[in-house]
C-alpha cells in the first residue's frame, strides 16, 4: 500500500461511540498494508474525557453525556456545526514520530485560516489552534502500534455555550472561538474540504481517494 495515497472517509452526523470504536477496530487490525485514513465527521453532543483528565474540570454537564476515552488531553465537547477530523495514519511508515504529527496537524488548520486572512498560531505547551489567545480547534491523539487515531475539532458554527460547563482542555476560563465569527469557513463542509486540502499539502499525500461511510 503505498504511503502517498490518503483514503478520506465522509461520515455526516455519527454517535461519537460508534465511531471511536471503529476507530479503535481500524486501528488493532491493521498491518503494513492498511491504507492511510482522515474520518471527516460531526457528532451529537458529548463531552468527552481524555484518560488524564481530571474530574473538576467537569463543571456542570447537565443533559450532555460524559464518555471516557482513550486519547490523550482533558475533557472537550463535541456538537454539531464543529468539524471533527480524525486522521488514521500509520506514523512509522511515514517515517514521522507524535510529535511531527501533532505539529502537522495544526499547521494544517494554521493554513487552510491563512487562506481566509486569518492569524491563527499553535502553542507549544497546550496543543490545539489559537486566535488572539481564543482556541479554535481542540486536539487530542492515541497513537497503537504506531498508528494514531482520534483527532482534531475545529469549531466552526456551533452552539458554544457547553463550553461553559467544563475546563476546556483543563484550563479554567479559555475562551473558545469559531470560524464564523472570524470570517472563516462558514459551514462544516466548506471547512471541511478546505481542511483536506491543507492537510493533503502538509502531509506530503499524492493522491486522495474519497468514500461516503465506514468501510463495509
Not at 470504536?21 to 468527552?48: C, G, K
Not at 514520530?97 to 488548520?109: A, D, F
Not at 481542540?138 to 469549531?155: E, T, V
Not at 457547553?162 to 475562551?175: D, K, S, T, V
Amino acid at each position: 500500500m503505498s504511503a502517498s495515497i490518503l483514503h478520506i472517509r465522509h461520515l455526516g452526523m455519527q454517535d461519537y461511540e460508534s465511531v471511536w470504536h471503529a476507530m479503535q477496530e481500524y486501528t488493532d487490525n491493521r498491518d503494513a498494508n492498511s491504507q492511510d485514513e482522515l474520518w471527516i465527521v460531526e457528532h451529537p453532543p458529548v463531552f468527552t474525557q481524555g484518560q488524564a483528565g481530571k474530574s473538576e474540570h467537569i463543571l456542570n454537564p447537565g443533559d450532555i453525556p460524559v464518555i471516557q476515552v482513550d486519547r490523550g488531553g482533558q475533557v472537550t465537547y463535541h456538537g454539531p456545526g464543529q468539524l471533527v477530523a480524525y486522521p488514521l495514519i500509520d506514523i512509522k511508515r511515514n517515517k514521522m514520530g507524535v510529535r511531527q504529527l501533532v505539529t502537522n496537524i495544526e499547521q494544517s488548520i494554521v493554513d487552510m485560516l491563512t487562506q481566509y486572512d486569518i492569524e491563527a498560531y499553535p502553542k507549544a505547551d497546550a496543543p490545539g489552534v489559537y486566535v488572539q489567545e481564543r482556541k479554535v480547534a481542540s486536539l487530542g491523539l492515541r497513537i497503537r502500534k504506531g498508528c494514531s487515531f482520534h483527532g482534531l475539532a475545529l469549531n466552526v458554527d456551533m452552539d458554544l455555550a457547553p463550553f461553559q460547563r467544563i475546563n476546556p482542555c483543563g484550563y479554567a476560563g479559555l475562551e473558545m472561538v469559531q470560524c464564523k465569527a472570524l470570517g472563516g469557513p462558514q459551514t462544516v463542509q466548506e471547512a471541511g474540504d478546505k481542511l483536506i486540502e491543507t492537510f493533503t499539502q502538509v502531509m506530503g499525500y499524492q493522491q486522495l481517494v474519497h468514500h461516503q461511510g465506514l468501510a463495509e
